[in-house]
C-alpha cells in the first residue's frame, strides 16, 4: 500500500520561505501523478501544484504561480514543493497525494482532487502579517 508522509511545514512570516517534502512509502514503482493540494479552514481542497512524475512535467496553480516549485528526488523518493514569498493567504494544511494516473488513463487536468487515491496526513502551513 502506497503510504505518503508529508514533512517540512511550519509558521513564517509575511515573505518567508518554507520547503515541503512529500515522502512515498510501500510502493513498486513511482506514481505517475503526484500534487500538492491545500485547505484551509471553512474552504475546500484545493490543488497547488503538480508533477508528472515520468518526465517531470509540472502544472502550477495561479495562487502560486511564480512563487511556487515542485521538483522530485527519484533517489529518494521524494517530491518537493519550494514556497518562496509566502503570503498569509497562504496559511492551510499542506497534503501531499498521488495517483497512478497512467494505469488510470488520467489525462488534462491533473488538479482534480477526486483522481488521486493516496494521501498524506498534512503539514500544517502558517504565514503572518
Known amino acids: 500500500q502506497v503510504q505518503l508522509v508529508e514533512s517540512g511545514g511550519g509558521s513564517v512570516q509575511a515573505g518567508g520561505s518554507l520547503r515541503l517534502s512529500c515522502v512515498v512509502f510501500?510502493?513498486?514503482?513511482?506514481?505517475?501523478?503526484m500534487g500538492w493540494f491545500r485547505q484551509a479552514p471553512g474552504k475546500e481542497r484545493e490543488g497547488v501544484a503538480t508533477?508528472?512524475?515520468?518526465?517531470?512535467?509540472?502544472d502550477y496553480a495561479d495562487s502560486g504561480k511564480g512563487r511556487f516549485t515542485i521538483s522530485q528526488d527519484d533517489a529518494k523518493n521524494t517530491v518537493y514543493l519550494q514556497m518562496n514569498s509566502l503570503k498569509p493567504e497562504d496559511t492551510a494544511v499542506y497534503y501531499c497525494?498521488?495517483?497512478?494516473?497512467?494505469?488510470?488513463?488520467?489525462?488534462?487536468?491533473?488538479?482534480?482532487?477526486?483522481?488521486?487515491?493516496?494521501w498524506g496526513q498534512g503539514t500544517q502551513v502558517t504565514v503572518s502579517s
Open positions: 497525494a498521488a495517483v497512478y494516473c497512467a494505469r488510470a488513463g488520467y489525462s488534462g487536468n491533473y488538479f482534480r482532487t477526486a483522481w488521486y487515491t493516496y
Open positions: 510501500g510502493h513498486s514503482y513511482s506514481p505517475e501523478c
Open positions: 508533477i508528472y512524475t515520468g518526465d517531470g512535467n509540472t
